[in-house]
């Protein structure tokens, strides 16, 4: 009994359970935006922030995130981003006006930048390097489930009951996974930790952090990242109005056309972590599909709409390799697993501005510099930015031996 509870694979169950919380909190306000906008009488520009304020709250937060993760440890931080998440949600449900519902968000943004910092690193420091690849791979599924999750469940609540019933569910999973974590998660096991060496590993030091921040490799990987998320989410954010307004496709029908990215990324995380392992390569696995991604983008803006959905599809399956490759190699970029926090610090500015900016830099192109086409095409350069950047950064999978970053 006690070595299945200590088992690296039940311990992957439960990070996952407990970090899909965020995206579930997350993308809540999507499918149930309208009814917001007139329950808060906002406009859709406005009312586009109850989303753009998690990429903020992350950006905010992501190096003091890693600090506060080397300095309390994975469980007590990751009990602080359920916690973040529980509240933000229960203060939702009860907001009345538009600056408590914003304030909540930010709330439960902060519990989402923790989260990101605080999994792969639990992940880094239970499974050694030959088996990294495959548990963030499955890790790697936490987004699109979730928002595929929430996109399924928060209309039929909305119908049964109303949209604070939406807020509810995801404070009451939250609050689930929450007890999940304290009862299973606990001290990580020196076993991984220590599989090269007969004495204890030395505490960390402050040197050691600083080295992180300025570990050239670590933010060429954030720089590729956050190319990614620049252009994976100024397609999502975007797409389903272009099929809309330029293709005439109906709004629900455009919708469930995009969304088969996430669908098919719950698929390709996972086959990338073991691609990963097998070829025992990161870069090839985040690096690559970049490649593609700069030539179909640009494709957006002339096909027809039959032949979207099998764009939609190839993206989808592309779209799981980058964030599995990123994962492992940030941590594994650090030189050591206990460094995994702060590491993913770093991954996160880069995710994060990417959110932040993909959506806003696209909207402004379609709107000041001659539409759809310019802005599609802009897609291309970022994508073959980041493939440059991830190349030149070096990946060694299995790093366990701390590199000096003078």
């Not at 040197?207 to 954030?222: K, M, Q, T, Y």
């Not at 070829?279 to 030539?295: D, F, Y």
């Not at 770093?346 to 379609?366: C, E, H, K, Y």
Request: hydrophobic content about 55%; charged content about 10%.
């Amino acid at each position: 009994m006690n070595s299945l509870l200590r088992s690296p694979w039940l311990i992957l169950v439960i990070v996952l359970l407990a970090s899909l919380a965020a995206p579930l909190n997350q993308f809540k306000v999507p499918p149930v935006l309208p009814i917001l906008m007139d329950a808060f009488r906002q406009s859709a520009g406005k009312a586009g922030l109850l989303m753009s304020v998690f990429a903020i709250t992350g950006l905010l937060l992501a190096i003091p995130a890693g600090f506060i993760f080397q300095r309390l440890g994975h469980r007590t931080t990751g009990l602080i981003a359920i916690l973040s998440i529980v509240l933000g949600a229960a203060l939702g449900a009860c907001s009345r006006g538009m600056g408590t519902m914003l304030a909540s968000r930010f709330i439960e943004g902060a519990g989402m930048g923790f989260m990101t910092v605080v999994a792969p690193a639990i992940i880094a420091l239970w499974f050694p390097a030959d088996q990294r690849g495959k548990a963030m791979g499955i890790w790697a599924i936490w987004v699109p489930l979730g928002s595929t999750l929430m996109l399924l469940l928060a209309p039929l609540l909305v119908d049964r009951w109303n949209w604070q019933a939406v807020w509810w569910c995801g404070c009451f999973y939250a609050a689930f996974v929450g007890l999940l974590y304290y009862f299973f998660i606990q001290s990580p096991p020196e076993p991984f930790l220590n599989q090269d060496r007969t004495a204890p590993p030395n505490p960390l030091t402050g040197r050691e952090l600083r080295g992180v921040l300025r570990n050239r490799d670590l933010w060429l990987i954030s720089i590729l990242f956050g190319c990614f998320n620049f252009v994976f989410m100024a397609f999502m954010t975007w797409a389903p109005t272009f099929l809309h307004e330029i293709r005439g496709v109906s709004l629900s029908k455009a919708s469930q056309i995009v969304s088969l990215v996430a669908v098919l990324s719950l698929v390709s995380c996972p086959t990338a972590g073991w691609i990963s392992d097998r070829i025992n390569s990161r870069k090839l696995i985040c690096v690559l599909p970049m490649i593609p991604m700069a030539v179909l983008f640009p494709l957006s803006s002339s096909l027809k709409v039959e032949l979207f959905p099998l764009l939609v599809i190839a993206l989808g399956f592309i779209a799981g390799f980058v964030p599995t490759g990123v994962l492992a190699a940030g941590v594994e970029a650090a030189g050591d697993e206990r460094l995994g926090g702060m590491a993913m610090a770093v991954i996160q500015i880069g995710q994060n501005s990417g959110m932040l900016l993909g959506p806003l830099v696209f909207g402004w192109m379609v709107e000041s510099m001659g539409g759809w086409q310019i802005a599609f095409w802009t897609l291309a350069p970022i994508s073959a930015m980041g493939a440059v950047a991830g190349w030149i950064a070096k990946m060694k999978q299995g790093q366990n031996k701390t590199e000096s970053q003078e």
